[in-house]
């Protein structure tokens, strides 16, 4: 495990580096260490897939490099370590702290029982991922022997790495990146809101998040939906941050579109997310086309990288996906044109939308009814970033939509199994956005 840590700290300081050259001066250094694990590991996967058995001299080079620099022009910019002992933290997350406590004590139990996932986990994640660490050059056409063979590899090339620093294939290591992936989430969600609202609300939506059963409980089951929710959270938090904080800065706007692609490099549903987020990036162009070309050129920047690999990955080792490879366009249009569908479609997405989660009461009657009690924020609901965020949320919804409308498969078998997993998607975003609106005094920045 100690050369398992070694791997994860390695991926914390390149994403910690980049994220500290492109942080604004006019927010927190601090609050750049919670995008770190996210930016580090979407990087460190890259660098797997591209350059597989030198990837630790990539990487140690990368660190070098960036580390140099990091001494020689920011490293003034950064205060010094003895602020730590000078730290003061309201003594409410002292109550994050336990239930951050129960969640280890559960995903612990969670592991030891079912080390090696759930089924998807068996089956596709972690199957790909020995593929990775097992077959150097000839992976590309071995995975194809694989369930689902289209799905993009951050996930299992992560755990691939892992398993490279470990010298073995560890069980364990899948699980131990999806907790690492859920606390980065919790860690993002508490320091928005605490910055932007107040260290209580700050604790209060976080716990929401930790003690809904089912997030808890795939944090730990080796698939990548928590990883997926990760970015979608990462890439809207930042576009807020941008908005709200720091408008004139571009290096957060190119922080998303880097978190952006590795939720593309994520999931499938991420190509879907990428499109949400460049509409929404693109969509004040009507009324300020230089800034909105300007913050969208800085996205692209940033998303680059990762999407020219997804790219590689789609047409030179992907097969075409199952819901639109090999399709009859008589087939599409019959179901495109089929009105129960839709309506059975839209039962579905409300039913699950009030009883998501695995909770006793549903979270999102406890989010409305607080909103409800606390009212809503004016000046938020305006703000450019937010708005952004919340067009991002829908599009993303009505293509999963979409979706089900053309879906090859039986559509109540596709729905009930996989519409839970997609609001996961969501629901740490959903929550930012509604800790956001809610009124109380706004902390500046």
């Known amino acids: ?47 797997f897939v591209m350059f597989r ?20 022009f920011r490293r003034s910019a950064v205060p010094s370590l003895r602020w730590i002992g ?63 063979p289209d799905y993009p590899l951050l996930t299992p090339a992560s755990t691939a790495r892992l398993w490279r620093y470990m010298r073995r294939e560890s069980p364990e290591a899948a699980a131990s990146l999806g907790a690492l992936y859920a606390l980065s989430a919790v860690a993002i969600l508490v320091m928005i809101l605490a910055q932007f609202r107040s260290a209580p609300r700050a604790v209060l939506f976080a716990l929401v998040l930790l003690g809904t059963p089912f997030y808890l409980d795939y944090a730990v089951a080796e698939s990548a939906d928590v990883p997926f929710s990760l970015y979608v959270l990462a890439t809207v938090a930042l576009i807020c941050l ?89 087939e599409l249009f019959q179901k495109l044109s089929a009105a129960p569908r839709y309506f059975t479609i839209w039962n579905y997405f409300s039913e699950f939308f009030w009883s998501f989660g695995g909770w006793i009461v549903s979270p999102i009657v406890l989010v409305f009814a607080y909103l409800g009690f606390s009212g809503l924020d004016r000046k938020m609901l305006l703000n450019e970033g937010w708005l952004k965020g919340v067009l991002i949320c829908v599009i993303v919804l009505a293509g999963y939509a979409a979706t089900y409308v053309i879906s090859p498969y039986d559509l109540q078998w596709h729905v009930e199994g996989s519409l839970p997993r997609l609001y996961l998607h969501i629901w740490p975003t959903f929550l930012m956005l509604a800790g956001l609106i809610s009124v109380t005094e706004y902390n500046g920045s």
């Open 1 to 47: 495990m100690i050369f398992g840590l070694i791997g994860i700290l390695i991926s914390f300081l390149l994403g910690y580096f980049i994220t500290t050259f492109l942080w604004p001066p006019t927010l927190s250094r601090a609050s750049a260490m919670m995008f770190a694990p996210a930016v580090g590991l979407g990087l460190c996967s890259l660098i």
């Open 53 to 72: 058995r030198p990837m630790f001299v990539v990487e140690a080079g990368l660190l070098v490099l960036l580390g140099t620099a990091w001494l020689l």
């Open 86 to 148: 000078n730290l003061h933290l309201p003594a409410i997350y002292l109550l994050l702290a336990c239930a951050v406590g129960v969640a280890f004590s559960f995903w612990t139990n969670r592991i030891e029982h079912s080390p090696y996932g759930d089924w998807d986990a068996t089956a596709i994640w972690n199957s790909h991922a020995r593929y990775l660490y097992r077959d150097g050059p000839s992976w590309q056409k071995s995975i194809l022997n694989t369930f689902h």
């Open 242 to 330: 941008q908005s709200i904080a720091a408008p004139y800065s571009r290096g957060l706007l190119v922080l998303a579109g880097f978190t952006a692609g590795c939720a593309g490099w994520t999931k499938n549903e991420g190509l879907l997310f990428i499109v949400a987020v460049s509409i929404a990036m693109l969509a004040p162009i009507f009324w300020k086309p230089t800034s909105t070309l300007r913050a969208f050129s800085a996205f692209l920047a940033g998303l680059a990288l990762p999407l020219i690999v997804i790219l590689w990955f789609r047409l030179t080792v992907a097969p075409p996906s199952e819901i639109v490879g090999g399709r009859q366009y008589s």
